[in-house]
């Protein structure tokens, strides 16, 4: 069964948040004064996660991202990871994480069935660092991504939000990463998530970024796979590794767009940055799988040819990326 939106895009991946906690408060994430956490009663349970996602791939998901929050403050994670990943018909289960557990947790990842890591990761540097951030050890997430080597996680995926004056000048130290490392570093444009003024002189275009490295590197283009994110890919001459570019913003990928998200309550949605979406739990508590699943194909159907954040005027409302798993 295949999951074709109006629009004529294939919907074959699910991005499952399964916690709005988080260890870090990342300044494009959060407002400084954090947010209000959900209580234990308003997340779904493993059991309702593992039923949602069972109904997913019924409906044609191929490839579900485990994200949070922090997916790995979550108790029982890899447990949950484990049954998630033997589900007939899945082909590929990744997982988001900021690095900060991963030291303790890459082995009983991998063992669980986890196919690919994709880490966080916004500056090199330890002051830079912990001011995006806001206190966390750059130390431990480096521990994390070796551990992660040595479990046998690979390629691994670096994700860099570019900020202007803030890691902008650490762009060239990220592309070289992929030098000697088979590492993946995608440079991601900074999105008005919290619709906090004066973003744009923040964003970096992705066509910026790509010119910046490529004085530096001789790049060559890549083809993505088709369960792929929405990165444009290339290689350095010669590179172990890959280079991604993200524009959300300035080149925004809707039309190659293949996925839906679960957030952490269960609320089903289309499109990160569209309001539309419908709450999962009553399904759930009615025990009627017929309804959750024609709930999926109409969330399918909904979804929006684009987003607008990008546009002046237009609406949008402050985007949680801690409960919709970003």
């Not at 206190?135 to 939000?161: C, S, T, W, Y």
């Not at 919290?194 to 275009?205: N, T, V």
């Not at 590179?239 to 952490?264: D, K, L, W």
């Amino acid at each position: 069964m295949a999951l074709i939106d109006t629009y004529g895009r294939r919907i074959n991946y699910l991005r499952l948040s399964v916690t709005d906690r988080c260890n870090m408060r990342c300044c494009y994430c959060m407002p400084a004064q954090g947010v209000a956490k959900l209580e234990h009663k308003e997340m779904l349970s493993y059991e309702e996660l593992y039923r949602v996602s069972a109904a997913c791939v019924a409906q044609g998901i191929e490839k579900i991202r485990v994200t949070g929050g922090e997916p790995l403050v979550r108790r029982g994670l890899v447990d949950f990871l484990g049954r998630l990943s033997a589900l007939p018909g899945l082909k590929e289960l990744v997982l988001t994480t900021n690095g900060l557990l991963l030291e303790e947790l890459a082995r009983p990842l991998k063992e669980a069935g986890v196919a690919r890591l994709n880490i966080s990761l916004d500056s090199l540097q330890p002051e830079t660092f912990a001011r995006i951030t806001r206190g966390a050890d750059l130390n431990r997430v480096l521990a994390g991504i070796e551990a992660a080597e040595q479990a046998g996680f690979g390629p691994l995926k670096i994700n860099m939000v570019v900020m202007r004056g803030v890691n902008d000048q650490e762009i060239l130290d990220f592309a070289a990463l992929t030098l000697e490392k088979p590492f993946t570093v995608r440079f991601i444009e900074y999105m008005p998530t919290l619709k906090d003024e004066g973003w744009g002189a923040q964003s970096m275009p992705g066509s910026e970024i790509l010119a910046a490295i490529g004085e530096r590197y001789p790049l060559l283009p890549l083809v993505s796979s088709e369960m792929a994110g929405p990165a444009r890919n290339y290689k350095i001459q010669g590179a172990s590794g890959a280079i991604g570019i993200i524009t959300p913003v300035s080149g925004h990928f809707c039309e190659s767009c293949n996925r839906i998200r679960i957030t952490a309550t269960g609320r089903v949605r289309g499109c990160l940055f569209s309001d539309q979406g419908t709450e999962l739990k009553p399904l759930l508590a009615s025990g009627d799988p017929e309804a959750l699943e024609q709930t999926l194909r109409r969330i399918v159907t909904q979804k929006p040819g684009r987003h607008h954040i990008a546009e002046e005027g237009a609406e949008q409302s402050v985007v949680n990326m801690s409960r919709i798993g970003g």
